[in-house]
Structures are given as structure tokens and as C-alpha cells.
């Protein structure tokens, strides 16, 4: 934090490039997530970032900053790598409707159809978080249509490539 305007510094030589990195995230800082990966930080990295366990993707993809999800799908970020409560970081992106970052996270290969640790997959989480008030508003989230489209799109190429693979070919004699 630079202590002179309040505002998040880039890179704090003083944290390790890992809190760097969940910091540069937490600020939606694209400058710090790119001098703290440069530093050595893990994508993969597990740690007790605001009271629970998380990783810098799914602390990306809960904020909805499609860059830099996209910076720590290049370096090499566990697409299901989960938070202590089983959820992925598209299940935080879908439930918090931010549909260009499922979008992205779906085709970079992340597991639409997987549980969390109450057995609920992504599409579930939109039903969960329709009511949800962000802090700091009045409003719910509401439904994510968007969304719903892409969770939906993703589930029947899923299925029409199943198809395909399990239709014998037609043998005449």
C-alpha cells in the first residue's frame, strides 16, 4: 500500500511476490499481478488470503477481471483448484454473473459439471447467489442470464460431442 495517497502500490518489495499477487488482485491491479508473477509468484498458490483459503484465480475470477484471469490461465493456473468450501473459480465467476470470464475459464477447460462441497455445480451457484447483497449494496445480484447461456452452450457441446462419440456406423451388408 502506498502510504502517501492510500492507494495500492504495483509490487511491495516487502510482502513475498505471493501476497503481492493476492493484493495486486484484491486491487484489481493488472500492473502488480504482472511484477509479482515476474518476481516468482505461484498461480497455484493456496493461502489464507482475507480469512479463508483461495487462489489467485478464483480471487480474480470472484472480482470479474477478465485480464487477469487471463494472465494466470497463461501461467499455468489450476483451472479447479478449489477454496476450502469446494468451490472453483468458475463457480464464483457464474454465481457473481460475470459470463466473459466463464466463458473464458470454460474454454480454457475448467469442469462446468463439478461440486462443491454441498454438491452444487456452477449453474447452481447463479440460483444460490440470485439473492445474495454484495457488501457495501442494497440490491441483489439478481439473475444472470448471460450467464445461464454460457453454462448452458458449454453443457450441450459437452453432450453433442458425447454423442458423437458413442454413434456406431451404419454397416450395411
Same mark, same amino acid.
Given at each position: 500500500?502506498?502510504?502517501?495517497? #492510500?492507494?495500492?502500490?504495483?509490487?511491495?518489495?516487502?510482502?513475498?511476490?505471493? !501476497? $503481492?499477487?493476492?493484493?495486486?488482485?484484491?486491487?484489481?491491479?493488472?500492473?502488480?499481478?504482472?511484477?509479482?508473477?515476474?518476481?516468482?509468484?505461484?498461480?497455484?498458490?493456496?493461502?489464507?488470503?482475507?480469512?479463508? !483459503?483461495?487462489?489467485?484465480? @478464483? !480471487?480474480?475470477?470472484?472480482?470479474?477481471? =477478465?485480464? *487477469?484471469?487471463?494472465?494466470?490461465?497463461?501461467? #499455468?493456473?489450476?483451472?479447479?483448484?478449489?477454496? =476450502?468450501?469446494?468451490?472453483?473459480? =468458475?463457480?464464483?465467476?457464474?454465481?457473481?454473473?460475470?459470463?466473459?470470464?466463464?466463458?473464458?475459464? @470454460?474454454?480454457?477447460?475448467?469442469?462446468?459439471?463439478?461440486?462443491?462441497? !454441498? $454438491?452444487?455445480?456452477?449453474?447452481?451457484?447463479?440460483?444460490?447467489?440470485?439473492?445474495?447483497?454484495?457488501?457495501?449494496?442494497?440490491?441483489?445480484?439478481?439473475?444472470?442470464?448471460?450467464?445461464?447461456?454460457?453454462?448452458?452452450?458449454?453443457?450441450?457441446?459437452?453432450? *453433442?460431442?458425447?454423442?458423437?462419440?458413442?454413434?456406431?456406423?451404419? =454397416?450395411?451388408?
Amino acid at each position: 500500500m502506498n502510504k502517501t495517497c #492510500g492507494t495500492p502500490s504495483p509490487f511491495d518489495p516487502s510482502q513475498s511476490p505471493n !501476497e $503481492g499477487l493476492m493484493h495486486a488482485i484484491y486491487h484489481n491491479n493488472i500492473e502488480g499481478v504482472k511484477m509479482s508473477l515476474a518476481a516468482g509468484a505461484n498461480v497455484n498458490t493456496s493461502n489464507n488470503f482475507l480469512g479463508w !483459503e483461495s487462489t489467485p484465480l @478464483i !480471487e480474480a475470477a470472484q472480482k470479474g477481471n =477478465l485480464q *487477469v484471469v487471463q494472465w494466470l490461465i497463461d501461467g #499455468g493456473a489450476d483451472l479447479d483448484a478449489s477454496d =476450502l468450501h469446494g468451490k472453483t473459480a =468458475l463457480m464464483w465467476a457464474a454465481g457473481s454473473g460475470y459470463d466473459k470470464v466463464v466463458q473464458l475459464l @470454460i474454454d480454457n477447460g475448467a469442469d462446468f459439471e463439478r461440486k462443491d462441497n !454441498e $454438491g452444487k455445480t456452477a449453474l447452481d451457484q447463479i440460483a444460490w447467489m440470485k439473492s445474495y447483497v454484495p457488501f457495501g449494496s442494497t440490491q441483489p445480484l439478481g439473475n444472470n442470464v448471460p450467464t445461464i447461456h454460457v453454462l448452458n452452450a458449454a453443457k450441450a457441446s459437452k453432450q *453433442v460431442k458425447q454423442k458423437s462419440k458413442t454413434r456406431r456406423p451404419n =454397416l450395411k451388408p
